[in-house]
């Protein structure tokens, strides 16, 4: 019988939970460290723009006078931008995503295809603005309009949706597919019956929130040249624009000039941050709503 030294186990023992307070303790004051810098970005932001917010900033255009300034061209900007990305993104995301978990066969090409979008999804934003200046705004010619702004914050997405779609799916059972093989239905008949209806959730889900980043980027519209003047307001996909984060990218660089665009930057940030935390809400109601479990 082998002999136990017992201050042994209870230095052991010790140094466990010594190890594991440390590791909550850092835990912890990441978290709050985090959270204090959140609280502080939101007080100041609410501090310079709660005041200028009112129904004439909402409706009014831009202006070089920062009294008369307003964003209804940004917001009708971001209104047909996302029109171009959702529909884009919903159906290449999701397309893809059925190809790769119910047609692909498994093997090297499908590990590629599925490491490459993975990949995608850490390139920076910057790199897809140069592939729609070079490939939507130069190679077809669109100029910086709506529909050009639209492809590529959409392929910017993209690999979030696909990611976040194949999960989705992937996530379905796969006795129900058998139930519906065994009822005599087809692939495409089981999919669109089955799957899909099953994975709605999630695909919902993961695309709201995709398009949810797409609002807030900018630097992919700042390289192909979305301009922040004083432009008419668009009325299509065919029209020059701009976009909230654009203007806020802009009345902060003119805040050096004019102080009182800051105000307008922290107004337009609270406007934005509104946007995001109402797709946000959408995006948790439709998952808590829809969510089955099997």
Do not use: C, H
Not at 22 to 27: D, N, Q, T
Not at 109 to 121: E, G, H, M, R, W
Not at 166 to 192: C, D, H, N
């Amino acid at each position: 019988m082998k002999y136990v030294d017992n201050n042994q186990v209870q230095k052991k023992m010790g140094s466990r939970l010594f190890l594991n307070m440390l590791a909550k303790s850092l835990f912890l004051l990441a978290t709050l460290f985090g959270l204090i810098v959140l609280v502080i970005l939101i007080y100041r932001v609410f501090r310079d723009g709660a005041g200028w917010i009112n129904f004439d900033f909402i409706t009014n255009k831009l202006s070089t006078e920062p009294e008369r300034a307003g964003i209804m061209g940004a917001i009708l900007g971001t209104f047909w931008l996302m029109l171009v990305v959702a529909p884009v993104t919903m159906l290449l995301g999701v397309g893809t995503a059925i190809y790769l978990e119910e047609y692909a066969k498994k093997g090297r090409l499908q590990s590629l295809f599925q490491t490459n979008i993975a990949n995608l999804a850490g390139v920076p934003s910057v790199v897809f603005g140069l592939l729609g200046l070079t490939v939507f705004v130069r190679g077809l010619d669109l100029g910086n309009i709506v529909l050009a702004g639209g492809l590529t914050m959409a392929l910017l997405v993209l690999p979030v949706v696909v990611v976040s779609a194949q999960e989705a799916i992937r996530a379905v059972p796969q006795f129900l597919r058998e139930a519906s093989y065994g009822m005599g239905a087809t692939k495409w008949q089981t999919i669109k019956n089955v799957v899909l209806p099953a994975s709605i959730p999630g695909i919902l889900t993961g695309t709201i929130l995709a398009l949810s980043r797409a609002i807030g980027e900018t630097a992919p519209l700042v390289v192909i040249g979305i301009p922040a003047l004083l432009i008419p307001l668009p009325d299509g996909i065919f029209d020059k624009f701009t976009i909230l984060p654009v203007q806020i990218y802009y009345w902060t660089l003119d805040s050096a000039l004019v102080s009182e665009y800051m105000n307008l930057a922290a107004a337009t940030i609270l406007i934005l941050l509104l946007v995001l935390f109402i797709m946000n809400s959408i995006a948790i109601l439709i998952r808590n709503k829809f969510q089955r479990r099997f």
